[in-house]
């Protein structure tokens, strides 16, 4: 939902140059260079064939007519941001630049040398190799430190994270040398890593949360997302799972497709999805066809304020159709279907084209004015100074939005979905202590730490059981913690702690697991006890 807006002076000064470029041609034109008529019928016979609108005139102008030859490119890239401006806030003309970056996660894949990094101390720390990847094959193991890169020295130098990623990834079957730095070994470990395709994964976590619930946790809407799912839920079927959660907390939406897809998995056959309508009324169905493989299973949909698009359309399906219980907080409300049209130098335009429905008919796009993208962006945060995220009760509703489901269920449109179980955000255990070693990123280094200490412990963790054991295991978790924490500065306060204590017991397994084969699953099994979306949506699937 990011855009590429011009401040007030780029905006303007393309328009009043056209402006003062139209005046002038004319101008210059009749009383400079035409010296007979004839040379005048000329000029309006050429002016004729310029397509009769005044952008478009503009344009045509300055490209035949202008003194100095200049980019008609450059010129474009200014003006097609100040077009959109005066349209909703979710079209937007999409750089070349950064096109691909912005594509990537919604494509499946990448070229690159299958590895998950991080930067918390200024060296490259890989956490995980994925299985049979390019890294995989040639040797590199979790834990290792990458020095160099192509016999370049990368640590220690605090080298942006986004040109390290630029170094390792390249076109598929080119190769890039590693120096790493191993536990146990005097000096650098060398490796030639071939790059390969690497899968992105839209499902981030997939796993048995407790007794026959399974939890899925989707992070965006990609084009594999519903193949995804599809695996993920015969592996739960084969697992005894009859009940699921559906975490969308965070999604900002993507694939329209594959939300449908998706819903399809749940609802019965003749059951409405979603429905699209344009400029000219012409409306586009979506109907379930009886073919999912979900239909049975009790659902429990997780959103807030971050879930958007085709997040909002699924929410909206299961909810309007009485075949989930939707909990959290109310959604982004963005209501609007965009249709991504490439330019041949590889930007492109993702233009509003119609406006979709959930299959009571709500609209959830929230209001908006053309032309203030700022009042806009700053919904969310106008949320929060009303109290919304914290009371059901500081949100309202216009009656006229009301909506009834064939189950008797009130809902309404006009600015999201609205959850069925409204969860207010948790601030109790953020103490002082708590917020300094977690803003400070001690937490998370402690458990790179912790992750090197036991390194061939945690290589060897394969299943949560087997991590849940290890890391009940360690009785002095916490306080071993604490002390690390002080050793960087950072005194214990014991009121705090008891205060805080759980949320940091969590948060140190949560980021330990990470660092496991499991990765997100390790993550979100030991996240969940302090999260209260995850542990209402276990007591309402219970019961």
């Known amino acids: 939902m990011s855009k590429y807006r011009n401040t007030k002076r780029a905006i303007l000064f393309p328009i009043l140059l056209a402006g003062v470029l139209v005046v002038g041609l004319f101008a210059g034109n009749y009383f400079g260079r035409f010296n007979s008529a004839a040379q005048l019928r000329g000029m309006l016979q050429q002016i004729n064939h310029i397509p009769q609108n005044k952008l478009t005139q503009t344009l045509a102008l300055i490209e035949q007519e202008y003194v100095d030859s200049l980019s008609m490119d450059t010129l474009s890239e200014h003006l097609i941001p100040v077009v959109l401006k005066e349209l909703d806030p979710h079209s937007e003309y999409i750089p070349a630049s950064v096109m691909a970056e912005l594509n990537e996660p919604l494509e499946g894949e990448f070229d690159g040398i299958g590895v998950v990094f991080n930067m918390a101390t200024d060296t490259v720390i890989v956490l995980n190799v994925i299985p049979k990847g390019p890294s995989d094959k040639a040797g590199v193991k979790a834990g290792d430190r990458i020095i160099e890169i192509n016999d370049s020295l990368v640590a220690g130098r605090k080298i942006p994270q986004n040109n390290i990623v630029k170094q390792l990834r390249g076109k598929r079957g080119t190769t890039v040398k590693l120096g790493l730095e191993r536990q146990h070994i005097d000096e650098l470990v060398e490796v030639e890593v071939v790059r390969d395709k690497i899968p992105i994964k839209s499902i981030e976590s997939a796993f048995v949360i407790t007794d026959s619930i399974g939890f899925v946790k989707l992070g965006q809407f990609a084009k594999t997302s519903h193949a995804e799912l599809q695996l993920a839920l015969l592996k739960m079927r084969a697992q005894g799972i009859r009940r699921l959660i559906f975490d969308l907390r965070g999604n900002s939406g993507g ?18 999805i979603v429905y699209t309508e344009d400029r000219f009324r012409k409306q586009i169905r979506e109907y379930a066809d009886g073919t999912g493989i979900a239909q049975d299973m009790e659902v429990a949909v997780l959103i807030d304020e971050y879930s958007a698009s085709s997040s909002e359309i699924l929410a909206g399906a299961l909810q309007d159709n009485d075949r989930a219980t939707i909990i959290g907080r109310r959604s982004f409300g963005k209501g609007l279907v965009q249709k991504q049209i490439p330019f041949r130098d590889g930007s492109a335009l993702r233009l509003t084209i119609a406006r979709y429905y959930t299959p009571t008919g709500r609209s959830i796009q929230k209001p908006y004015t053309i032309g203030d993208q700022e009042s806009y962006d700053a919904d969310l945060w106008n949320r ?78 394969q299943t949560i059981e087997e991590l849940q054991a290890l890391l009940d295991g360690d009785k002095r978790l916490v306080e071993d913690f604490v002390a690390y924490a002080a050793r960087q500065g950072v005194k214990p306060n014991y009121r705090d702690l008891a205060v805080s204590r759980k949320l940091i017991e969590a948060q140190l397994r949560a980021y330990i697991g990470r660092n496991t084969a499991l990765e997100d699953d390790g993550f979100y099994k030991n996240i969940y006890p302090v999260d209260p979306v995850v542990l209402k949506a276990i007591e309402e699937l219970k019961y």
């Not at 694939?255 to 409405?272: K, P, R, S, V, Y």
């Not at 009371?391 to 009130?410: E, N, P, Q, W, Y």
């Open 255 to 272: 694939f329209l497709d594959q939300a449908i897809l998706i819903a399809n998995e749940f609802l019965h056959e003749g059951q409405l």
């Open 384 to 461: 929060y100074q009303n109290n919304e995220f914290f009371s059901a009760d500081s949100i309202h509703f216009a009656d006229s939005l009301k909506r009834v489901t064939a189950g008797g269920k009130v809902v309404y449109g006009g600015g999201g979905i609205m959850p069925d179980q409204f969860i207010p955000a948790d601030t109790t255990d953020l103490t002082p202590y708590f917020l300094e070693v977690s803003g400070r990123n001690i937490l998370y280094r402690y458990t790179i730490e912790y992750a090197d200490r036991k390194r061939e412990a945690l290589n060897n963790v």
